[in-house]
T-cell receptor, first 114, second 114 residues
């Protein structure tokens, strides 16, 4: 079975600084997607960034980028120039081709310090 | 285009009762997935519907059921409620089935069982 592990329950970063959230996963599939979702206090889950496993190039979306290490099954999220609006729960997630339900990690609560 | 809507947003029920939650997907989306979010277990997949057929089911007891209508709207039902069913129930819709289709989440229904 596929699993997603986020080892950092909470993190804090100073506004304008850079922070990296860690995620590891386990799967025997070769075709899958990885995601980072953001869930602000309002509870609406928002997709931040996604990575196709077959792509070697790391995905980037403005201030958000990932470090995808397929062999190590690692998928970290880097947030540059942190802003107060980045404060939220961040979930790492996996979606495989065989069974396309999304499997979520437990989440990392990110605090932005002004 | 309107996002995924879920009704009601908040619900309080008593143990032993049953409850029905509703999800209206984004217009044109035919796939609807349901997730349960609790502090202890995190986000867990309940089931997925596509074209009125259940395509996938998570590891939940038979008290949890769902259906999808011809207009793609979906309902989930929980019978004989237990205290442990207290959770945020999230619905997500996508245009099609498969990992190439992004899932968009609704705001959730907060269910409290007393």
């Amino acid at each position: 079975a596929q699993t997603v592990t986020q080892s950092q329950p909470e993190m804090s970063v100073q506004e304008a600084e850079t922070v990296t959230l860690s995620c590891t996963y386990d799967t025997s599939e070769s075709d899958y997607y990885l995601f980072w979702y953001k869930q602000p206090p309002s509870r609406q889950m928002i997709l931040v960034i996604r990575q196709e496993a077959y792509k070697q190039q790391n995905a980037t979306e403005n201030r958000f980028s990932v470090n995808f290490q397929k062999a190590a099954k690692s998928f970290s999220l880097k947030i540059s120039d942190s802003q107060l609006g980045d404060a939220a729960m961040y979930f790492c997630a996996y979606r495989g081709n065989r069974d396309d339900k999304i499997i979520f990690g437990k989440g990392t609560r990110l605090h932005i310090l002004p | 285009k309107a996002g995924v809507t879920q009704t009601p947003r908040y619900l309080i029920k008593t143990r032993g009762q049953q409850v029905t939650l509703s999800c209206s997907p984004i217009s044109g989306h035919r796939s609807v997935s349901w997730y349960q979010q609790t502090p202890g277990q995190g986000l867990q997949f309940l089931f997925e519907y596509f074209s009125e057929t259940q395509r996938n089911k998570g590891n939940f007891p038979g008290r949890f059921s769902g259906r999808q209508f011809s207009n793609s709207r979906s309902e989930m039902n929980v019978s004989t409620l237990e205290l442990g069913d207290s959770a945020l129930y999230l619905c997500a819709s996508s245009r099609g089935q498969g990992i190439d289709y992004e899932q968009y989440f609704g705001p959730g229904t907060r269910l409290t069982v007393t």
